[in-house]
């Protein structure tokens, strides 16, 4: 146990970690000139390995690298470090940081991202999802068309390779198996010059792409079975950007199938009043571009102004100004505004954690320097004695 | 004379009209040279370009440094003509400035691509020279834009740079290509009526539009001759139109309709569009451009052409003052004038110089002194011109990455003259000096780089940008951990050198000194570079929404403190000594140089404000560079390391 707390609480572990840490960040950095941002976070950040295509861990991912660092920097920073008068800078600085990585961890584990995208006078009290998916059942014949059962994208997203997960609900006279989920592919007629992923369905299958460098690019597809009380089989194919969804008929019933970016409540509606794109006088370079908006939450309507650096902070959430569109030179309007939208309980702890770890360093720092030139001008002081 | 023969008379001819051709090219290629008085009132003239009122001293200097790569043009005779001679030139005399050799080529692929012989390897080119092979240009230029950026080779690249000169070139000299167009407003007793008797230019005719667009509603007979006075007439304005538009934009505006006021100057082309499709008051406007005709009708005549141009000059910067835009054009001119910061690297090699000296002769007091003044004097001048290029865009010292040279160049000469203070080892004031001269050539090659990719040096920012309070507290403070690694980069080369060279042999306390020196400076790195990499995420959480997003800029930042983190640490464990500090040091410069230059080039990421180009080959020189120097540090301290001998400890003999 003792080996073990030395060990955690080494220099030697903090700067193999932070040698893993700088080696992931560099190759996670050139990594994205090929494959993108989103591959790069999923493969060296958002990962415990890094693995070889085989499927075999050969590096510490950053999960796993940041968790060692973490209980490093308690181990080390705070509980073995001398709590001592010349030690509190750096007690500091080790307790910021812990801070900030913790905040990361809270917005890792428990943030919802997003995006909310409107034109003038348009309103919505959900956002979407830039990356993930869901599937979404309900009875047609409900007056809401709202989602009844929905399955996550977490029960989604692995079913590659052939492998199939079934679903059943109290209330769902049938089951519905789903496979073959594919990242990016385009659901068309199936025709002779190309080879379908997976099983053809009435004449359609899926044409397999390769990933988009930006993942929201991406467009997700997936086979679906419905399998009611007496064995009967109903196939399709649910793909993202699909019309309409899927209508099933079971026991007299009619249920529509979905598969779709993820849509997220939220606790308040926002109308897109007016969007302002500002140039640049005499060039197209966006010099400002802002949305007036108006939060809306039962009778209570409150005019407020979205613009790039000023977001709307409100009920967990925080509304960003990310984009407009269509963004053709020249063209005067209607447009349509985006917002990113995201739910981080962690959303301010990375700046409270800036301004104790810039104490922490002002003192340490301070002091080793204020130190230093006390013992330059004493070296000065001796040789200027023993030149006299 | 006598004429006797028709041969005769055919040769006496034939003189003659070679003797007018050879007095009209003479008269073709010369003018009265400019008067300092009408630089004078030029250069000052406010214009709108990139989105910001800059003087017409700078828009001139930025288009010559585009196309010529220095703000003077050296002809072929050996006379030299500032920025805003040749801009008057191109301006009023384009037949004589298309003459110019003002077009330089650094590859002279260029030039076979185009079917042209080239000169030299890297040389200057006139406009008429290089038109014979505009064609074949415009056609290599075309497939050069197709390639992805990343993938553009140098060949690509200076293609598509000489087909955009040549456009500049054409841009710049249609200021009064509308003006000097022929309208045929004579053509119909209708249109006579009109106008009246013919004159010269277009301004003329614009408080006659109203006129006109009623006698074209009214007159619909397509057979009847006004009608086709009248569409030729539409169809040659039309015509003008084609021309004109990339002009600079010199005039004041007109508000709108209702009264607003508009932020867009004019260009010519503008006062014809808009005379035609507003009904706003634009006597004002109209006046100016019949002004600036005035000149280019008296430009062979010195002083009256002076007279206007004062007339011209005063109304505009009347105009621009009454907007509230010409405050910062006088502080812009002297800027450029001064040339601080070709004077401040001026200075810098000076006391590089000096200090070399004062290394060879160690005693000499005043050689200290001296390498300290020259340094002072040069930093004074650079963060004499930081300030006043603060002043004038009003925004915090860096801003663009021209700025950032400016700006880590002057820390760390400011860090090390500090060191200098402290130690008084005479290290920290060479290392002032070279850096300083270093960093200030730097600055003079990248503006050159940024003035073509950009066209200025003060360009608007970006939407995401716009902001001074995370320009002043992010960018600032990761400049100053930039600058932090290179410094302590910089004193470990002296370390490492010193030891190579064997200098002060022995002397372990100078060199505990320098190593002391490059972990204070690790220090100094790692405190502004977190912090600046910290406050950078806490500004995107405000701009887009997450504290992180693993963005290359992003991650470039946070090597630096990972890598000064690292150097901390090890020394703490005692994994490193002072090698080993000095030698992660420079990998830490390295690293910085990474941050600094080398994600830009990735084109990838949020920062795309950032992205520049064309300075891979540098950096990985520098690298290589580098990596020779650690190379032979290893060698060093192999050849230096002690034979361990029985029942020595190598821990402490190391």
């Given amino acids: 146990m003792q080996k073990l707390y030395r060990l955690f609480a080494s220099y030697g572990l903090a700067c193999v970690l932070l040698l893993c840490l700088f080696a992931l960040t560099l190759f996670g950095t050139l990594y994205q000139v090929d494959h993108g941002l989103y591959a790069a976070k999923q493969r060296f950040f958002n990962s415990w390995f890094l693995h070889t295509d085989s499927g075999l861990p050969f590096f510490p991912g950053g999960i796993l690298v940041m968790s060692l660092l973490t209980i490093n920097l308690i181990v080390g920073g705070l509980m073995r470090i001398q709590w001592r008068k010349r030690n509190a800078g750096v007690l500091i600085i080790h307790l910021g940081i812990i801070f900030m990585l913790i905040s990361g961890l809270v917005k890792f584990v428990n943030s919802e991202e997003g995006h909310l995208t409107l034109y003038e006078g348009q309103q919505s009290d959900q956002f979407i999802s830039y990356h993930l998916y869901e599937v979404s059942i309900w009875e047609i014949s409900q007056a809401s068309q709202v989602p009844q059962w929905i399955i996550p994208d977490e029960l989604l997203s692995d079913l590659a390779h052939g492998k199939k997960r079934s679903f059943h609900a109290k209330d769902l006279p049938f089951t519905l198996v789903l496979s073959d989920f594919l990242v990016n592919c385009k659901a068309l007629p199936k025709g002779p010059n190309w080879q379908a992923e997976g099983e053809v369905i009435d004449g359609y299958g899926f044409l397999k792409l390769p990933p988009e460098k930006e993942n929201e690019m991406n467009v997700a597809g997936l086979h679906a079975e419905v399998i009611d009380a007496n064995g009967h089989v109903q196939k399709a194919l649910l793909w993202a950007r699909q019309q309409a969804p899927w209508a099933v008929e079971v026991d007299g019933h009619r249920f529509a199938i979905e598969l779709a970016h993820t849509a997220y409540p939220m606790p308040y509606t926002i109308r897109l009043d007016k969007f302002t794109k500002d140039d640049h006088p005499g060039t197209m370079m966006a010099k400002a571009y802002k949305s007036q908006v108006t939060r809306i939450h039962g009778s209570d309507e409150k005019p407020i102004l979205i613009q790039m650096n000023e977001p709307l902070r409100e009920g967990g959430l925080v509304l960003f100004q990310a984009s407009y569109g269509p963004s053709t030179p020249g063209y005067q309007g209607p447009f349509f505004s985006v917002f990113s939208v995201v739910r981080n309980p962690s959303d301010k702890w990375p700046e409270y954690s800036l301004w104790v770890i810039t104490f922490g360093l002002v003192l340490a720092f301070g002091r080793t320097l204020l130190n230093f030139i006390r013992r330059q001008n004493q070296r000065r002081s001796k040789a200027a004695g023993e030149q006299a | ?654």
């Fill in chain 2, 1 to 654: 004379m006598n004429f006797s023969s028709p041969l005769r008379l055919f040769a006496a001819l034939a003189l003659g009209m070679a003797l007018a051709n050879s007095s009209f090219a003479q008269q073709k290629n010369t003018h009265a040279p400019w008067s300092d008085e009408v630089v004078e009132l030029f250069s000052t003239l406010p214009v709108q370009d990139g989105g910001r009122i800059k003087p017409m001293d700078s828009y001139a200097g930025l288009h010559l440094l585009t196309l010529n790569g220095k703000r003077t043009l050296k002809l072929d005779d050996g006379t030299k003509l500032d920025q805003n001679r040749w801009l008057l030139d191109v301006f009023f005399f384009p037949e004589i400035a298309r003459d110019y050799p003002c077009f330089r080529v650094q590859n002279d692929g260029v030039l076979i691509t185009m079917g042209l012989e080239a000169k030299a390897k890297r040389a200057w080119y006139s406009y008429n020279e290089l038109i014979p092979g505009r064609d074949k240009l415009e056609e290599a230029a075309s497939r050069a834009a197709q390639i992805e950026k990343i993938k553009r080779d140098s060949l690509d690249i200076q293609i598509l740079k000489l087909a955009e000169d040549l456009h500049t070139f054409e841009a710049l000299s249609s200021l009064l290509s509308l003006s000097r167009q022929d309208y045929s407003t004579d053509a119909d007793p209708a249109l006579v009526e009109i106008f009246g008797p013919k004159q010269a230019g277009l301004a003329w005719m614009l408080p006659k539009q109203a006129a006109l667009q009623e006698l074209a509603r009214t007159n619909t007979d397509a057979d009847s001759a006004t009608y086709k006075a009248v569409r030729n007439l539409f169809s040659e304005l039309d015509n003008a139109l084609t021309t004109g538009f990339r002009a600079v934009a010199l005039f004041p505006p007109a508000d709108n309709a209702d009264g607003q006021r508009d932020d867009t100057w004019w260009r010519p082309y503008d006062v014809l569009v808009q005379a035609f499709t507003t009904d706003r008051d634009m006597s004002t406007q109209i006046e100016l451009l019949a002004t600036l005709e005035k000149l280019d009708q008296q430009k062979n005549q010195p002083d009256a052409f002076l007279a206007t141009l004062r007339d011209f000059h005063n109304r505009v910067v009347g105009m621009a003052e009454a907007r509230g835009e010409y405050g910062h054009i006088p502080l812009e001119v002297k800027l450029y004038r001064w040339n601080l910061f070709t004077n401040s690297l001026v200075f810098y090699l000076l006391a590089f110089l000096i200090a070399t000296f004062s290394f060879l002769l160690p005693n000499k007091a005043w050689l200290r002194y001296g390498t300290a003044g020259a340094t002072i004097l040069a930093l004074g001048l650079a963060a004499t011109g930081i300030v006043l290029r603060c002043i004038i865009r009003e925004r915090p010292p860096v801003v663009t990455l021209y700025d950032t040279i400016l700006f880590i160049t002057s820390v760390v000469v400011l860090a090390a003259l500090f060191m200098e203070w402290i130690t008084r080892q005479r290290i920290g004031l060479f290392i002032a000096a070279f850096l300083g001269a270093a960093g200030m050539f730097l600055a003079g090659k990248y503006e050159l780089k940024e003035v073509a990719s950009s066209g200025d040096t003060m360009a608007s920012v970006v939407a995401v940008l716009d902001t001074n309070y995370y320009l002043a507290i992010h960018v600032t403070t990761v400049a100053m951990g930039y600058a932090g690694g290179l410094l302590a980069s910089a004193i470990a080369h002296v370390w490492i050198f010193g030891k190579l060279f064997g200098i002060r042999k022995g002397d372990k306390a100078f060199y505990k000194g320098i190593s002391r020196m490059v972990y204070g400076t690790v220090c100094f790195s790692l405190l502004f570079a977190l912090f600046g990499t910290i406050m950078g995420g806490v500004w995107a959480n405000d701009s887009w929404g997450r504290f992180w997003g693993w963005d290359p800029k992003e991650n470039g930042a946070l090597l630096i403190c990972l890598w000064m983190l690292i150097i901390l640490h090890a020394r703490l464990g005692g994994y490193i000594r002072e090698r080993g500090l000095a030698n992660l040091a420079i990998i830490g410069g390295m690293v910085v140089s990474a941050s600094w230059w080398g994600v830009n080039l990735l084109n990838v990421g949020l920062h795309s404000y950032g992205f520049t180009s064309g300075v891979a080959l540098t950096l990985f020189i520098m690298w290589g560079i580098e990596a020779l120097v650690l190379a032979l540090s290893a060698i060093d301290a192999m050849r230096n390391q002690p034979r361990p001998s029985r029942g020595a400890n190598p821990e402490q003999s190391a």
